[in-house]
């Protein structure tokens, strides 16, 4: 099983501006900010279980 996974440019900012977008609502709720590599795992915990294949054969998490 992969250890590590590597994150494209794109992929890294997206992550560094929702943690952002996160954190500073935590902190206005007076709770500790999360590291991105938390949310990295929150978002495979939570987000498994949600994908799913379209007709297309897309994987694809809905909205």
């Known amino acids: ?3 590590s996974v590597r ?3 794109a992929e ?3 992550l560094r501006k ?3 977008e996160l954190n500073k609502v935590l ?3 007076g709770q500790q900010p999360v590291r ?4 990295v795992h929150i978002l495979i ?3 498994i279980e949600l994908i799913e294949i ?7 998490i809905p909205k």
């Open 27 to 29: 902190i206005q709720k």
């Open 7 to 9: 994150l494209n440019d």
């Open 12 to 14: 890294q900012e997206k």
């Open 18 to 20: 929702k943690a952002v």
């Open 1 to 3: 099983m992969v250890q």
């Open 54 to 60: 379209s007709n297309s054969g897309k994987l694809t």
């Open 36 to 39: 991105d590599s938390e949310l």
């Open 45 to 47: 915990e939570e987000g």
